[in-house]
């Protein structure tokens, strides 16, 4: 739809229809998931065979010194269903999720559909400090992607299902639909486009509708008693150094794990008793400091209440850094995200006792969102999901300062952030940033060369060759228009059209002195053409398509009419002046003193 504000067409409207069983299934998914993670910590901890509706925190065990041996034994479960079932269950999700988009034709398996949230449920189940966000964001992503291949899809939206089915599977656990969108939109789509933010949004908003109707609550995970009043000044100044120690923070986050997965990478052993390993530190933590294992939801929800004790916060805090660094670095399966939210709230508990405003729920909230944020690289998302987890409008404000301070310091000192290091770390590169293509900015008018050297349509061959191509003449170009008596362009000839299908028959048949340039197939082939007042990527595209150097610019309105010819070096003229625009620095007000 060349000249519209957006690229869209009719098949939006399928895919929009895709999403609603998408969001359905990532829904039943998100719960099979959490009561997945509540039977095998009821298995591992507490000797019972049941499925609880919450998750009981292995804090509570009556195993005593045994619950050191719960996760190197998970760890070589997840080692064994990783090595004999899929390797891409590794890992905490988000990474496998977005590498499935950029390399494999948002392509994935039926067996990390079934395996990923199985490993989960075990690693988290035995004790692994994390999430259940990452593995269900990978397992609704396969299952959009399974849904997708039953169709004829193109491979961009094989992606907007995928996508729809990652936040389809976190808007279901966590009742954030919007977040979840932002999530997307932020971290795995890449684009922003009707033609995946719509379908995205309504699987991500049936998967919320599904919840109270799959015994998940209706209501914020996190609810909590609301502010009355908007924060003052000074709490709005503390957000400042709030989320500047929140980046750092979300650094240190960072290059602990990767530090820790570059450890394990140098052990002569094989990647599948990695996880095992991992879990003898993450069970001797979790013997001095039991409230770090698991995915401790209780204790985001103590923090954002305000019931905890400052000093109690240290241990657990640096406990549950090290073995969650430790864990993800050796590859077992599981989640940052609620571990992201119990280190951030765990700081943030520690500043409310010197931060103005004498709030012990305030600063765990500005905390958790902030790391979130500053880790993940997805600040509006961090500032939303706050919200949608609380319902605490009040404080959006100081959540987008915190947030935002957090974010801008970890873009400043850090390439990538703890989910595309990963994804770097296999050799793709990956940019976050979204900017309008230089190449939509410009015109074909604006670009194209208007002096244009034409064939006569009925020209000899031959003249042309001696002329055009092969004489010492000003006529040196790689391609011309062919026009008719009228000027009216009929088609292209190029040198690569004559050596690929005329030369070498030109060269033995005499008679063809005699012949004209609209005989051949390229002259009367419907010339490739644009209008002037087409877009500089609508060219490209076309370019790409045909594969084609050059195309023929005519009047938009009259199409018989020639006006200039485009080619490939022709469209760098628009990353010029995008790059000029970049980098020269100008002054035009200047300030005179007297």
């Excluded at 793709?428 to 060369?449: F, Q």
């Excluded at 195309?551 to 080619?567: A, C, E, F, H, Q």
């Amino acid at each position: 739809m060349s000249g519209a504000d957006f690229t869209a067409d009719r098949r939006l409207v399928w895919l929009s229809l895709l999403a609603i069983p998408v969001g359905l299934v990532c829904g039943a998914m998100a719960l099979l998931l959490l009561r997945l993670i509540g039977f095998f910590t009821e298995l591992f901890y507490f000797g019972r065979l049941a499925i609880p509706h919450e998750i009981v925190s292995p804090a509570g065990s009556p195993l005593g010194l045994w619950m050191i041996a719960i996760p190197p034994l998970g760890g070589l479960i997840i080692g064994l269903m990783a090595r004999y079932g899929s390797d891409r269950i590794r890992g905490h999700g988000i990474p496998e999720a977005i590498e499935a988009i950029l390399i494999g034709s948002s392509r994935m398996s039926p067996r990390v559909a079934v395996l990923k949230p199985l490993s989960s449920a075990i690693s988290i189940g035995s004790g692994g400090p994390f999430g259940a966000e990452g593995p269900i964001i990978m397992t609704g992503g396969a299952c959009g992607s399974l849904i997708a291949q039953t169709f004829h899809l193109t491979a961009a939206e094989r992606k907007t299902l995928l996508v729809a089915g990652a936040a389809g599977g976190m808007s279901a656990t966590f009742g954030t639909p919007v977040a979840a969108v932002l999530l997307a939109v932020e971290l795995l789509l890449f684009e922003w486009k009707p033609r995946s933010f719509v379908p995205v949004a309504i699987a991500s908003a049936v998967a919320a509708l599904a919840r109270p109707y799959l015994g998940l609550a209706a209501s914020p995970l996190f609810p909590v008693t609301l502010h009355t009043e908007a924060p003052g000044l000074g709490v709005l100044l503390g957000a400042v150094p709030a989320g500047m120690i929140a980046g750092f923070a979300a650094m240190l986050l960072t290059r602990a794990v990767y530090a820790t997965e570059d450890a394990f990478a140098r052990l002569p052993i094989h990647w599948m008793w990695w996880p095992m390993l991992g879990g003898v530190v993450v069970g001797i933590g979790g013997w001095f400091e039991p409230r770090a294992l698991g995915v401790g939801y209780d204790l985001i929800a103590d923090l954002l209440r305000g019931n905890y004790l400052a000093s109690a916060l240290v241990p657990l805090m640096l406990v549950k850094a090290l073995i969650w660094s430790v864990a993800l670095g050796s590859g077992t399966s599981g989640g940052v995200l609620a571990p992201l939210l119990i280190l951030g709230g765990s700081l943030g508990g520690l500043e409310s006792s010197f931060m103005p405003g004498g709030d012990p729920a305030l600063w765990p909230l500005l905390g958790m969102a902030s790391v979130m944020g500053g880790t993940m690289r997805s600040p509006l998302t961090g500032i939303v999901f706050a919200l949608e987890l609380t319902d605490d409008v009040r404080l959006l404000l100081p959540l987008l300062i915190a947030v935002v301070v957090a974010h801008a310091f970890t873009v400043l000192v850090m390439k990538r952030s703890i989910l595309t290091e990963k994804v770097a770390r296999r050799g793709h590169h990956v940019s976050r940033e979204y900017s309008l293509d230089p190449l939509e900015r410009l015109l074909a008018r604006d670009v194209m060369s208007t002096e244009v050297i034409t064939v006569p349509a009925s020209m000899p061959v031959r003249q042309l060759v001696r002329e055009y191509f092969l004489g010492t003449g000003a006529h040196r170009h790689q391609g011309y228009p062919v026009v008719d008596r009228k000027g009216a362009p009929v088609g292209m000839v190029t040198k690569s059209d004559l050596l690929q299908e005329w030369l070498g028959a030109l060269l033995q048949d005499e008679a063809a002195d005699t012949g004209p340039v609209i005989t051949w197939d390229v002259a009367s082939r419907p010339a490739l053409a644009i209008g002037a007042g087409d877009s500089c990527r609508t060219a490209a595209e076309r370019m790409a398509q045909s594969n084609v150097g050059r195309l023929l610019v005519v009047d938009s309105n009259d199409p018989k009419r020639l006006l200039g010819v485009i080619t490939r070096s022709d469209l760098l003229k628009a990353r010029a002046r995008a790059l000029e625009e970049e980098s020269n620095r100008e002054r035009y007000i200047r300030l005179r003193s007297r």
